[in-house]
């Protein structure tokens, strides 16, 4: 008897097609598994089984008809910051928890569109500011692999979910890495596409001109499967981006011969922990001996991306996080005049990093500092970008680790928030320039998951597809499972 909770998406699909199982027994089964691994991992912040299990009957419904989609029926999450009408969606913080949207994501129309089955919402550092998901309202998220350590941020509920086995996929969303971050960390797949290529529309805003919606599956070829469903215009989104959406499953043809991975020096540097080196470096010769050919390269300018965004993200979160003002939206507590119910509200509703930013993002943004901080920030960011438009001139994709070290320890880093916000440095640069990457697992160090990161041009989804699914199918690193989930499943 197969673990129903074991399978990809694509091994579900199959299983579902020829009937063989129902998507109720699918979503039961998943929705028995978090019963009994949530008081452990703290994954998700709410679970609709009732509505999962609704869509799961209609899901059948539709397939004995012959009119189910491609999602259809597969048990799924979506990150807390993606607007479900009637759930509340809390985006990890004590001010918007009890807020209903009244309207979806355009992701989530799209997913039921397609017959999915929504398992409920995954948790979150707190308006996906974080590395660690020790930012939620709602509690931190334990690593599967490792329960004392942290799965990664801010999507680290829809990793961990995925990695445990309490979703088949789910969606998350990427500032600076926030799905590859975690995606490496738990040891699953996870998909930034190029700024545009999802609408953003009902996505909660952090920082408007970065964020990007993406899947976190456990093969790429998921993550191709799911990025074709969630993908495309949207007259919602002016940012959407009007490109055909092309077939992403069919540009994994395993054949990468003759592809030139370019090795960026900078991301070779001190700050990487020597076993992640180890595990990348394997990686660079597995795609090696599949015929891609390895070229040095140099992005001079990476180096100050980091704090490039740490200037632009806060900029953009505080003016996107003052209509959490108590008249609107979620919390409200009265005061003596608007100023002291503003204030009282903001003050109990945000959290501390919440806090911080929206500080740092003032002032960067204040009539003094403007030309120092946030001008020459943009100026960086069109630097960043030049980097990896020359590069993109050598080479058809470049890799790299995703994350300096593997998990750390839950703690070790929250009083230090540079050595937190180190956790992106070679994540960020992606979302500056606006193009997309992926994270595909590498294999462990000291048993605990390593990311290989594979960069690719804006638009270009296929090619880092493609080169992720060829290193996969070599390697079977996906395929590794955390521990406890062993036991649990045996
Ligand atoms: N960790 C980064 C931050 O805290 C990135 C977050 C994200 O990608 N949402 O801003």
Known sequence: MIDLTSLTLSGARGLLDRREISSVELTQAHLDRIDRLEPQLNAYIRVTGDIALAQAVRADEA????????????????????STVGVPTTCGSRILENYVPQYNATVVDRLAASGAVVLGKTNMDEFAMGSSNEN????????????????GGSSGGSATAVASSEAVYALGTDTGGSIRQPAALTGTVGLKPTYGRVSRYGLVAFASSLDQIGPITRTVADAAAVLGVIAGPDPRDSTALNAPVPDYSAALTGDIRGLRVGIPREYFGDGLDSEVRVVVERAIEVLQSLGARAVPISLPSSEHALSTYYVISPAEAMANLARYDGVRYGLSLPGDDIWSMYALTREAGFGAEVKRRI????????AGYYDAYYRKAQQVRTLVRRDFDAAFGEVDVIVGPTTPTPAFPI????????????????TVPINMAGITAVSVPAGLASGLPVGVQIIGRALDEETILRVGDAFERETGHNLLRPPMTAEVSA
């Open 63 to 82: 397939m004995r008809r012959g009119e189910a989609g491609e999602l259809a029926g597969i048990p799924m999450a979506l990150k807390d910051i993606l």
């Open 136 to 151: 939620s309202a709602f509690g931190p998220v334990h690593n599967p692999w490792c329960l004392e350590r942290v799965p």
């Open 359 to 366: 500080i740092l993002g003032t002032y960067v943004l204040s």
């Open 411 to 426: 703690g070790a880093k929250v009083d230090d928030p540079l050595q937190m916000y180190l956790n992106d440095v070679y």
